[in-house]
């Protein structure tokens, strides 16, 4: 079970929650925390077992809901368990005599069977149990998620519970600070105050404000050039820059769709493409050249479409750099060659380089692609060679852009 999304009716309730929040805390929880320091070890065992074996229940979908025995393998038995011999180890107590704590406090509560399981979890800390127990009870999370503290929390919106739970885990915490400052013990830190912290951020990140919708996508400029016809066709080369103007997102699975219509308006052909990723307040130099059958194009459009966005103030896809780049032309068309260097860490699967053929007053006159589906390694130069069977004539500059799976640098 996870959140993801708040209703604006919660939304509302977490506001007025939140804003309470410091006075709240200053309140209740700092006598609660107060009265745990201190105390001796069998008071503690007795307070653990009391906890653990008190239900808390909440109104849930017509239901009651027990927090502590939330899911078969979700649950409070475990929570504490983990939260336990984390605090433990995090003052430094010898393994083997935490264990012997955690079983004697908890052994008339708590699944015999369910504890031991974790034991051996924390002897292999490097272990997938360990991991997995970690992911599921550890003291740093985030929404959504699907370990322990963020179902609860999940289900506390849902619920209209949000009170009833933050009295859940000031309860779980006090339990574990009075262990962690058990006999007079003066910790420099807790593993349990890990706990407060991430409930806090997640209720602090719901209540901020959303953020805005994303700019569309902007066409800044197209312009191509026709061969001449042969059979039923043409030859027709394209460049089109097109504009990310969301400066902390980067544009995902952008579609293209360029039409071209003849002289009496009517649509002659559309041609479709897509980019992957376009950086944050980047423009990219889409090119194409493709076969076009039917009358001559008398007039250019083009819309380009993100399908998402992803969060992201810096830009990633502008670290290949095209080196040598030569045109030859020759009996109306142009050859290209040249090098593509990669300056990533790490291989890219597959890739496109786009180029764009300007005038000396930067006007676009025409543009090609090409693929390199073996990839590209880091600092290992691919060949280019860009075949256009048309001549663009007066094309002065040359301007690229790179386009790939922007998702392969963060996996």
């Not at 292999?124 to 360990?130: D, I, R």
């Not at 805005?212 to 394209?238: C, N």
């Not at 790179?402 to 996996?411: C, G, M, Q």
């Amino acid at each position: 079970m996870t959140l993801l999304s708040v209703p604006k009716s919660n939304r509302k309730f977490i506001f007025s929650f939140c804003d309470k929040k410091e006075r709240f805390m200053k309140s209740n929880m700092e006598t609660e925390y107060k009265n745990a320091v201190g105390k001796g070890a069998g008071e503690v065992m007795r307070d653990l077992a009391e906890f653990l074996s008190t239900p808390f229940v909440i109104r849930y979908k017509e239901q009651t809901l027990d927090l502590c025995a939330l899911l078969p393998d979700l649950n409070m038995h475990e929570q504490l368990t983990f939260a336990l011999m984390s605090e433990a180890l995090t003052q430094g107590w010898d393994p083997a005599h935490a264990e012997g704590f955690v079983r004697n406090a908890l052994s008339s509560v708590a699944d015999p069977a369910a504890t031991e399981a974790i034991f051996a979890a924390f002897r292999e800390p490097h272990g997938k149990n360990y991991v997995e127990y970690s992911r599921k009870y550890g003291n740093r999370f985030s929404m959504p998620g699907s370990g322990y503290w963020p179902t609860v929390l999940a289900v506390g919106i849902d619920a209209d519970e949000i009170p009833r739970v933050m009295q859940y885990l000031r309860a779980f915490s006090v339990v574990l600070m009075e262990f962690a400052y058990m006999e007079n013990r003066n910790p420099q830190t807790t593993y349990t105050w890990g706990y407060s912290e991430s409930f806090h951020n997640i209720l602090d990140e719901l209540t901020k404000e959303p953020d805005p919708e994303p700019l569309p996508l902007k066409v800044r400029a197209i312009g191509g050039t026709a061969g001449k016809r042969v059979g039923d066709g043409y030859e027709l080369s394209l460049g089109i820059d097109i504009e990310n103007p969301n400066a902390d997102r980067m544009a995902r699975d952008v579609e293209i769709d360029v039409t071209l219509k003849d002289r009496n308006g009517a649509i002659i052909t559309v041609l479709r493409d897509r980019i992957r990723s376009i950086d944050p307040a980047g423009i990219y130099h889409f090119g194409i050249t493709r076969r076009i059958r039917g009358a001559a194009v008398a007039s250019l459009s083009a819309v380009a479409k993100a399908s998402g966005y992803l969060k992201l103030s810096t830009p990633v896809m502008k670290h290949a750099r095209l080196e040598n780049f030569r045109v030859k032309t020759e009996n109306g068309e142009m050859n290209t060659t040249g090098t593509l260097i990669g300056k990533y860490d790490r291989p890219i699967a597959a890739l496109c380089l786009h180029c764009q053929f300007l005038s000396a007053e930067n006007k676009i006159l025409g543009g090609a692609n090409e693929w390199f589906f073996d990839g590209m390694q880091p600092e290992i130069p691919l060949t280019v060679a860009l075949h256009i069977p048309v001549e663009i004539k007066g094309a002065a500059k040359v301007v690229y852009s790179v386009d790939f799976d922007a998702l392969e640098l963060i996996r």
